[in-house]
C-alpha cells in the first residue's frame, strides 16, 4: 500500500508562490508516475502535472506551463510542485497522486491509484 502526504500550502498574495511537497511511503516502484491534480471550488479536480519516476519526463496542463514546476527526489521517495506567479483562480485543494502504470502518461484522474488527503492553496488578489 502506497501512502501520500502533501505539505506546503496555504495562503499567498497573487504573483507569489508556494512549494508543495509530497511525501510517499510504502512500496514506490520506480515505474510509477507521481502527478499532481487540484480541484477548485464548485469544479471537477483536474489535471495539474505529472512526472515518470525514474525518467524525470514531465508533463504540465497548458493552465500552468512556465509557471509550475514539478520534480522529484527518489532518494527521499517525495514529488514537490513549485507554484510561481500564483493567480487568484490557482485557488483549489492540490492533490498529490501516484499511478502504478509508468509507461503511458495519463492526466485522467480515473487512471492514478494513489491519493493524498489534498491540501489547501488560496491567493488573494
Known amino acids: 500500500q502506497v501512502q501520500l502526504v502533501e505539505s506546503g500550502g496555504g495562503l499567498v498574495q497573487a504573483g507569489g508562490s508556494l512549494r508543495l511537497s509530497c511525501a510517499a511511503s510504502g512500496k514506490i516502484f520506480s515505474s510509477y508516475t507521481m502527478g499532481w491534480f487540484r480541484q477548485a471550488p464548485g469544479k471537477e479536480r483536474e489535471f495539474v502535472a505529472a512526472v515518470r519516476w525514474t525518467e524525470g519526463d514531465t508533463a504540465y496542463a497548458d493552465s500552468v506551463k512556465g509557471r509550475f514546476t514539478i520534480s522529484r527526489d527518489d532518494a527521499k521517495n517525495a514529488v514537490f510542485l513549485q507554484l510561481d506567479t500564483l493567480k487568484p483562480e490557482n485557488k483549489a485543494v492540490y492533490y498529490c497522486?501516484?499511478?502504478?502504470?509508468?509507461?503511458?502518461?495519463?492526466?485522467?484522474?480515473?487512471?492514478?491509484?494513489?491519493w493524498g488527503q489534498g491540501i489547501q492553496v488560496s491567493v488573494s488578489s
Open positions: 497522486a501516484a499511478r502504478r502504470d509508468g509507461w503511458v502518461w495519463s492526466d485522467t484522474v480515473g487512471d492514478y491509484d494513489y
